[in-house]
């Protein structure tokens, strides 16, 4: 019995000890990768894609609207409504169509009931704003 005991601790350690091994390695991989990797992608372009353009040229496309100016946001276009919020600027939870500018997210079309209401007046990126008719 104490034999059985025995032999099953001594291969819960070799478990053990092949698990932190594999994990060591990882880690050491990891670091090398790290290391040998060009820092300014580790820092603002996860997988070399450059996180502060894209949010550049959005911000730098909303700039368009004039100030004080009401603004719709489609569901699409949350990320808009997010920077456009982070400048100061206010913006409503329940949308309603009724707005001097609409943004759209450029992938899906607009509703034709909105179409009548709005041109297109602007792109920023991958969207589009609208300009009440």
Not at 2 to 17: N, P
Not at 40 to 65: A, M, Q, R
Not at 88 to 104: A, R, S
Request: proline share 4%; with cysteine; glycine share 4%.
């Amino acid at each position: 019995m104490l034999e059985a005991w025995w032999l099953a601790g001594a291969i819960a350690r070799k478990v053990t000890v092949v698990k932190f091994t594999l994990f060591s390695l990882v880690v050491l991989l990891l670091t090398f990768h790290f290391i040998t990797t060009n820092d300014t992608f580790l820092k603002s372009t996860p997988y070399e894609y450059d996180v502060n353009k894209s949010y550049n040229e959005i911000n730098d496309g909303l700039y368009i609207i004039p100030p004080g100016s009401t603004v719709a946001f489609t569901d699409d276009a949350f990320y808009c409504k997010y920077i456009y919020a982070r400048k100061g600027y206010k913006t409503d939870k329940c949308e309603n169509y009724d707005k001097d500018y609409l943004i759209n997210q450029g992938d899906d079309p607009i509703a034709p009931a909105l179409a009548d209401k709005y041109v297109l007046f602007s792109k920023a990126q991958e969207y589009e704003i609208y300009k009440r008719k």
